[in-house]
């Protein structure tokens, strides 16, 4: 059977969920949405059918073939996701486990906007809405121990520290390679820090989204126009301050209208988390070194790489220049509140 009939039989099958036996007369048709980063494949998935007194109706999913370590998403889906987060979250609808693959089944969103992100009032929702979810996810039981994160995120850091190292070789790259120095204190000291965050007061360790990006938010259509977030497969333990922060760093390369209210946004994190609105040292301190995690996960690391890539054209490797920058700036504050 090939992929695309089994993408639809699973189609299908949830289809038989949701909307009964009408389901073996629907018309499927199917279009990619994205061939995933690992071994995932996204598919979008409309069934036509008759519905009540023949009226013809159409039902829309999403269908994510998950094979390899990207199966977890389909067990934190049901267990997590459709438990503590199914109003931020695109509906479950079916998750079916084959010997090789899953396909996790849900609601497809019908965006409001491609870009809602240039509405603040649309990212402070999302922001109050992870507060609230971070909430929830503090009574999961759900022990996602199948990925050492912590165990990846020493081997990445360790491997961006060399490659900055190796910028000092290249007169143009020096600015960068500058702050390898810092960049080493803060590597060599990462686990230590990282026990530090997970253990703060306030925030201290719960499942988190682990991939939280404007890509993987978006905003549903209709009069209540809600943020949902997509894409839950690095779902893992964590400090909650590492999905703000991922958030609210990526955002401000695409959206600088978000960067001028970043301190908005983070309490409206806190209040959507039911804390108190103050930004206090504690918190700021934590929230870097949240930061500079997420920088040496990999997303330093990229846009090193970029520089480096003599395929690449001179604005695409300027551009990664720029990013880079901002990111040594964000490990910058972790080392000054550490150090
Ligand atoms: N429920 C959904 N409704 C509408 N669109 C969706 C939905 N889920 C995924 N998509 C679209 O498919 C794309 C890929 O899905 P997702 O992010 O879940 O997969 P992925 O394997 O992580 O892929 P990528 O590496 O591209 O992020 C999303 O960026 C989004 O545009
Ligand atoms: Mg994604």
């Known amino acids: 059977m090939t992929l695309t009939t089994q993408i639809q039989d699973a189609a299908r099958k949830a289809l038989l969920n949701v909307a009964g036996p009408v389901a073996a007369e629907a018309v499927l048709t199917h279009r990619r949405l994205s061939l995933g980063s690992e071994a995932s494949e996204v598919v979008r998935v409309s069934a036509r059918f008759a519905g009540r007194r023949g009226k013809p109706q159409t039902i829309t999913f999403v269908v994510k073939h998950l094979q390899g370590r990207t199966r977890r998403e389909a067990t934190i889906y049901r267990d997590l996701v459709a438990t503590h987060a199914s109003a931020i979250a695109p509906r479950l609808l079916d998750v079916q486990d084959g010997q090789a693959a899953s396909f996790l089944v ?55 520290l060399a490659r900055l190292e190796h910028f000092r070789y290249y007169e143009d790259l020096r600015p960068l390679a500058r702050h390898a120095r810092m960049l080493d204190r803060v590597v ?81 994190y806190l209040t959507g988390l039911g804390r108190d609105r103050r930004i206090d040292d504690a918190t700021r301190g934590a929230y870097w070194v949240a930061g500079a995690s997420n920088a040496l996960a990999g997303a330093l690391n990229v846009h090193l790489l970029t520089v480096m890539d003599a395929s690449r054209n001179p604005r695409q490797r300027r551009r990664a220049f720029l990013v880079a920058r901002d990111w040594l700036r964000v490990i910058r504050r972790a080392h000054a509140w550490a150090f």
């Open 106 to 160: 849900v609601e497809a969103i019908n965006q409001a906007m491609a870009w809602p992100w240039q509405y603040l009032d649309l990212t402070a929702v999302l922001l109050r809405q992870l507060g609230q979810f971070h909430v929830e996810t503090m009574q999961s039981m759900l022990p996602l121990t199948d990925w050492d994160y912590e165990g990846e995120l020493a081997v990445s850091a360790a491997e961006t």
């Open 188 to 268: 060599s000291n990462l686990a230590r820090l990282r026990g530090a965050l997970l253990d703060e007061s306030t925030f201290n360790q719960r499942p988190i989204h682990g991939d939280l990006h404007p890509g993987n938010a978006m905003v549903r259509r209709g009069i209540d126009r809600r943020p949902v977030m997509i894409d839950w497969g690095r779902t893992r333990p964590g400090s909650p301050l590492e999905d703000v922060s991922s958030m609210l760093q990526s955002l401000r390369f695409f959206e600088p209208s978000a960067l001028q209210r970043h301190d908005l946004l983070l309490k409206e």
